[in-house]
């Protein structure tokens, strides 16, 4: 359960993908949200990954691909 987004990386590599994934996984993780109360509280993100060799009709075949 959770908040869903798609990012959409045009001329990427699987590999390209990945690294910018990490990126995006490390640095979530790593920021410290500061409530109004003075607790401090952190969040996990995961991210599913497709490639398509060209672009589809519809991005749905992707998102469910990202999804497994």
Do not use: N
Request: hydrophobic share 50%; net charge negative; aromatic share 4%.
């Amino acid at each position: 359960g959770g908040e869903e987004f798609a990012v959409l990386l045009v001329g990427c590599t699987a590999a390209q993908a990945t690294v910018v994934a990490e990126r995006v996984r490390s640095v979530f993780a790593q920021t410290i949200v500061d409530l109004y109360d003075g607790r401090r509280v952190t969040a996990t993100v995961s991210i599913g990954l497709a490639v398509g060799e060209v672009a589809p009709a519809s991005i749905d075949p992707l998102l469910l691909a990202a999804d497994k």
